[in-house]
């Protein structure tokens, strides 16, 4: 059974910083994407920072140089390091992991909670 459990958040104050991590089942670190994605309320789900199995990296715009991915395939960890966090990067952040070659597939961690305030 394929499984991704994310742990880490929690309440940070602006400025401050956290670090997510994703447990994952280890076929997830073969063909597959590996990402960090977030839902704030009333907004989409977005894309935070996505790895693919062969190292690409891509951040969105809004964390580029404050966020950083990142996998430990020995501890089948996902990391999700931030920096410099604002108010509006509260959201519930999900690990999520998509299969690279057909037929496609997608699996998602329950969510952790970040909230960003003073």
């Known amino acids: 059974q394929v499984q991704l459990v994310e742990s880490g958040g929690g309440l940070v104050e602006p400025g401050g910083s956290l670090e997510l991590s994703c447990a994952a089942s280890?076929?997830?670190?073969?063909?597959?994407?590996l990402g960090w994605y977030r839902q704030a309320p009333g907004k989409r789900r977005e894309s935070v920072a996505t790895?693919?199995?062969?190292?690409?990296?891509k951040y969105a715009d809004s964390v580029r140089g404050r966020f950083t991915i990142s996998k430990d395939i020995a501890k089948n960890t996902i990391y999700l390091h931030m920096n410099s966090l604002k108010p509006e990067d509260t959201a519930v952040y999900y690990c999520?992991?998509?299969?690279?070659?057909?037929?496609?597939?997608?699996?998602w961690g329950q969510g952790t909670q970040v909230t960003v305030s003073s």
């Open positions: 999520a992991a998509a299969r690279e070659v057909e037929p496609g597939r997608e699996y």
């Open positions: 790895v693919t199995s062969g190292g690409r990296i």
């Open positions: 280890p076929v997830l670190f073969t063909i597959y994407t």
